[in-house]
């Protein structure tokens, strides 16, 4: 098995792919996001998030036999590391420090969105492997400093490795159902102290006289989309920072993916003051929670509309997981558990990528060790045995 076997193109719009083809690879992957739909990452760079012009020029690297798609990624050239949630600064000030350019960089991962999951679509192990090679070669004919392929799932993982790429661990924090019939009994399996935390929480929130709507997919209407975008847009501002993704990209995603949106409304006194938007499969009962904003404070009303109005609607609907996002390890408290993701790397620098390599096996023995760590403060009761 080699690249040699395969008609490499690489593309440089969505357009020119046609999404039947990339969802057909989609559908053949364990773990396919709704992240990684041909509709999400075209609507990222079409409405300027990840283009250009923000320091994301996307490429589709695709690999053919004949007219069928074999294996295909999408991959970023990079002018800087922000959005990715898996921090590099450090290699990128080495680099410099060395008078060695690290941008552009290549990166396989999905923007501003740090969900575990497929990112080498492929028909079979072989284009997978062969996939990889080819991203390799490209990034060293484009004389690009380093590749980095982000969450990826843990087909990706065996491909990567197996082609000398060096594997990175993180943490997140995941919440599974144990098919609680309803929040109480899920609340009745924490041990005392966390139930009794969460459940003066809720009370705060209450007794402020909040209330809380939902709305699902279609439902979801342009006003309340609107509201959103507003809370959104806040909370990036209240950071310094302008938020990255644009009311046009929600539009569009409102548009040619609803199915999988879901948003909680906060409400005082019949105005709307608060919001979060939750991700949701329903193919797969995954849900993902993903932005929050607030107009007005409300002692932990960020805690209610972000963890306990979703996991509350889970519970209800049936919903199997529920991932929190990046770091948090707040999040124990709610029952979501310690996960660890993991990501790929090359380096064209030779010293560099021993070096990395080495702060990599340090890393992963701290990881570990965290990992242990936070297994001892698990917020469950113990089970019977």
Not at 370 to 385: G, W
């Amino acid at each position: 098995m080699a690249e040699i076997d395969y008609v490499t193109r690489v593309l440089n719009d969505w357009a020119a792919l046609d999404p039947a083809q990339w969802a057909e690879l989609l559908a053949l992957e364990g773990d396919p996001s709704p992240f990684m739909r041909h509709d999400y990452l075209r609507a990222m760079s079409e409405t300027g998030c990840a283009a250009p012009d923000t320091g994301w020029a996307p490429r589709i690297i695709t690999l053919w036999r004949g007219e069928r798609l074999a294996a295909a990624c999408a991959v970023y050239l990079k002018s800087h590391s922000y959005g990715e949630y898996v921090f590099d600064w450090a290699w990128a000030n080495a680099y410099a420090q060395h008078g060695l350019p690290y941008y552009p960089k290549a990166l396989v991962a999905v923007p501003f969105t740090p969900v575990p999951g497929a990112r080498l679509l492929a028909r079979d192990d072989a284009a997978r492997a062969a996939l990889v090679h080819t991203l390799v070669s490209w990034c060293e004919d484009q004389r690009l400093s380093s590749l980095h392929l982000l969450f990826v799932q843990p087909r990706d993982v065996a491909a990567c490795a197996e082609a000398g790429l060096m594997l990175r661990h993180t943490v997140q924090f995941h919440w599974e159902n144990k098919n609680w019939p309803d929040f109480d009994a899920f609340l009745a399996s924490l041990q005392q102290d966390k139930r009794k935390k969460i459940r003066q929480e809720r009370r705060k929130v209450a007794e402020a006289g909040v209330v809380f709507r939902h709305a699902e997919g279609r439902a979801i209407t342009k006003a309340d989309w609107d509201f959103f975008y507003r809370c959104y847009e806040r909370t990036y501002l209240e950071h310094g920072n302008p938020p990255y993704l644009s009311r046009e990209f929600f539009a569009r995603l409102a548009q040619t993916m609803p199915e999988h949106w879901l948003l909680f409304v906060a409400e005082h006194g019949g105005k709307p003051i608060a919001s979060s938007l939750i991700a949701i499969d329903p193919e797969r009962r995954v849900a993902y929670g993903r932005y929050w904003g607030a107009l007005q404070r409300v002692d932990c009303l960020h805690f209610e509309a972000c963890y306990y109005q979703p996991l509350q609607w889970c519970i209800a609907h049936g919903y199997q997981r529920f991932e929190g996002g990046a770091q948090g390890e707040h999040k124990m408290a709610r029952a979501l558990l310690p996960v660890k993701t993991t990501s790929a790397h090359w380096l064209a620098h030779p010293a560099f990528a021993e070096a990395v390599d080495r702060f990599l096996e340090r890393e992963g023995e701290g990881v570990a060790q965290y990992m242990a760590h936070l297994a001892a403060r698990n917020p469950l009761k113990a089970e019977p045995s």
